[in-house]
């Protein structure tokens, strides 16, 4: 006769011993190393958004300046794939340890030099690319930050916890958000000849100080007993990426598609921006303002999601995430192509922050337990840079497909909407994994291609 053992059995027949397991340790280096990578991230998105265009594109056209600019931030997403690859055969093979030491350092020092650049004026086309070069390490860095720091908290959680503790991977990525456009609220206000000289520089040399912290927490986090047990019966895998292909394509596919809702973040933070300070003529430290407001409510709502993807369940929390981000983007344009403030602050906090959260909160715990240990952070690397990729190139899109008009903006909604439908059917598809133990997560892939 089969027995079925609830979340609870499960967890009891799966003793950890005392002292393996540093959850709350695991939780807060990855947030503050999410925190400090991304900063450094968005401190470009910000300044492609309102700067870039004008120091680095100034002999071209206003518009297709802006469309130059925000390809610039795209290429970041480029080197993605290609650092996925790299950084989860290193994590698999070698720890999750090593690849979160390297890319916060990689992306440390990529942004320092950004801010060291001399502009179009000064020395031509040596400038832009130049940035370019430099936006691609950042891209290599991040491809390996968020999985490792996904892998190694939720190898370092309670088996009934694991959506709460790596959703503070994304609280990290959220204050590294905050503290970007807080810096930069002041910044924009400067005289515009003073924000173009020298103001926009001093964000990116603020990277060092919160690089030097991240390094600091990160140092003394030891590596996770699920790969330490992986490691001493030497049944880590030569070739991760040939593991995970073999075993675990679907789900790979799966993550691929499912983070195209990332194309909410990067309309909301870089076109969003834009259109409302360019188009609209809304002011800059306003929408500074909503931004910075949005991720402090996604900060509280982050943790919530995450605790109720531990009772229900991942996918359902992820699908309502990505629905309701299809429909809300239609009145948040609309709202900001009013200018109407207090109808954008409501549907901006309502999208960004709350909404958007359902599935940003959960997806480290949905795509990290679709693999086993052996490949887990090949697989969540490849497949969320490649889904990345494809999210972060949205804003050069749109750019280039917003009509003329009021009504200008209704094509970028759709190519918000058609992404979030698509991320939500490729995650209805998957196995719902939030009671599966540890040591089972994956190993049963093929059953559910």
Not at 326 to 339: E, F, K, N, Q, Y
Request: charged share 15%.
């Amino acid at each position: 006769m089969a027995i079925t053992l609830n979340a609870a059995d499960a967890r009891a027949t799966q003793p950890e011993p005392e002292g393996l397991k540093t959850p709350r340790k695991a939780a807060f280096a990855s947030w503050i190393g999410s925190a400090v990578e991304y900063y450094d991230f968005f401190i470009y998105g910000t300044a492609a958004a309102l700067v870039f265009g004008k120091i680095f594109f100034p002999s071209i056209d206003p518009k297709l300046a802006t469309v130059a600019a925000f390809a610039t931030f795209g290429v970041g997403y480029i080197t993605r794939p290609i650092g996925a690859f790299f950084m989860g055969h290193v994590g698999d093979k070698f720890g999750r340890k090593k690849v979160l030491t390297f890319t916060l350092l990689l992306m440390g020092i990529s942004t320092f030099l950004i801010g060291l650049l001399p502009t179009y004026n000064q020395v031509g086309m040596a400038a832009p690319i130049m940035l370019v070069i430099l936006r691609l390490l950042q891209g290599l860095s991040a491809a390996g930050e968020q999985a490792g720091a996904n892998s190694m908290t939720l190898e370092h959680a309670p088996a009934h916890r694991r959506a709460f503790y790596t959703s503070f991977t994304l609280s990290g990525t959220q204050m590294g958000f905050i503290l970007a456009t807080i810096v930069f609220l002041p910044i924009s206000a400067l005289p515009e000849d003073q924000l173009l000289s020298w103001g926009w520089r001093i964000p990116f040399f603020l990277s060092a100080i919160v690089v030097a912290v991240g390094f600091w927490v990160r140092r003394t986090l030891p590596e996770t007993p699920a790969f330490k047990e992986e490691a001493d019966a030497k049944e880590t895998v030569k070739l991760p990426a040939a593991v995970l292909f073999r075993d675990h394509t679907p789900a790979v596919l799966r993550v691929i598609f499912g983070a195209l809702v990332s194309v909410v973040s990067t309309i909301f933070g870089l076109f969003v921006l834009s259109y409302a300070v360019n188009t609209v003529h809304i002011p800059r430290a306003t929408m500074l303002t909503l931004l910075v407001c949005s991720n402090v409510v996604a900060l509280a709502a982050i943790p919530l999601w995450a605790i109720l993807a531990d009772r229900i369940g991942r996918r359902p929390v992820f699908i309502f995430g990505a629905l309701g981000c299809a429909v809300l983007i239609w009145p948040t344009l609309w709202a900001i192509s009013r200018g109407d403030l207090t109808l954008i602050f409501i549907f901006g906090l309502l999208t960004s922050g709350i909404v958007y959260s359902a599935s940003n909160a959960i997806w480290p715990s949905l795509y990290g337990e679709m693999f086993d240990t052996r490949v887990r952070l090949s697989g969540m690397a490849i497949g969320t840079q490649i889904g990345f990729a494809l999210g972060g190139f949205a804003p050069t899109i749109s750019a280039a497909i917003m009509g003329e008009g009021p009504n200008g903006w209704m094509p970028v909604a759709a190519l918000v909407t058609a992404s979030c439908v698509i991320a939500a059917i490729s995650i209805l598809t998957a196995r719902e994994t939030y009671k599966v133990p540890m040591h089972e997560l994956g190993k049963n892939a093929r059953a559910f291609a």
